[in-house]
């Protein structure tokens, strides 16, 4: 049992540039989430999906687009990457229900130059 | 939609002594409010968490309170210890019309336990 599983790790992106930051799940959680964390600041709440299919918008979803395919990946693509993007991303899961304990990837270090 | 506001930003103790960090939150439907304690370059991890039927809950050294009516909660640890050190967050968990869980986090608290 891996919990969530994010890659990659850390990654510098040119302005402009695209990529994909992968998170999956292995406990069968209904809930995945996308946090954002910069430096000396909270987490805010990207994207969200409740289930295979079924994704919403946080607080801050601009530049970002999530797709939850199956129950275990909720992979989020970032399009035309800018500086303002640079930050910790975290993905974090819930089973739902009264099972609302968030289990957290071990986070993705991004760099936008 | 729910605003969640920590307090203090930093905090500084000495070893032994009590750190207390407090939240309000916006959104009177908010029914679940967990803690939790990152580490330097570590995952977010729950620490203790308080439903809204529950005024107070205890675990070893830590304890969370709620006042419902204020809407407001606080985080209590007790003979504090350097391997307390850390950013805590608190947040605020409400369940829409729709039956959606949606999950807000407050600033963070930096906890720093002088030896």
């Known amino acids: 049992n891996a919990g969530v599983t994010q890659t990659p790790k850390f990654r510098i992106l040119k302005i402009g540039q695209s990529m994909t930051l992968q998170c999956a799940q292995d406990?069968?959680?209904?809930?995945m989430y996308w946090y954002r964390q910069d430096p000396g600041m909270g987490l805010k709440l990207i994207y969200y999906?409740?289930?295979?299919?079924?994704?919403d918008k946080g607080e801050v979803p601009n530049g970002y687009n999530v797709s939850r395919s199956t129950t275990e990946d909720f992979p989020l693509r970032l399009e035309l990457a800018a500086p303002s993007q640079t930050s910790v991303y975290f993905c974090a899961s819930s089973y739902g229900g009264a099972r609302e304990k968030l289990f957290f990837g071990s986070g993705t270090q991004l760099s936008v130059l | 939609g729910e605003n969640v506001e920590q307090h203090p930003s930093t905090l500084s103790v000495q070893e032994g002594d009590s750190a207390v960090i407090k939240c309000t939150y916006s959104d009177s439907a908010s029914n679940y409010f967990p803690w939790y304690k990152q580490e330097l370059g570590k995952r977010p991890q729950l620490i203790i968490d308080?439903?809204?039927?529950?005024g107070e809950k205890k675990d070893q050294r830590i304890a969370v309170t709620l006042n419902k009516t204020a809407k407001h909660f606080s985080l209590h640890i007790t003979e504090t210890q350097p391997e307390d050190s850390a950013v805590y967050f608190c947040?605020?968990?409400?369940?829409?019309?729709?039956?959606?869980?949606?999950?807000?986090f407050g600033t963070g608290t930096k906890l720093q336990v002088i030896p």
């Open positions: 999906s409740v289930g295979a299919g079924i994704t």
């Open positions: 947040a605020a968990l409400r369940t829409n019309s729709g039956g959606y869980q949606k999950v807000t």
């Open positions: 308080i439903r809204s039927n529950v």
């Open positions: 406990m069968n959680h209904n809930y």
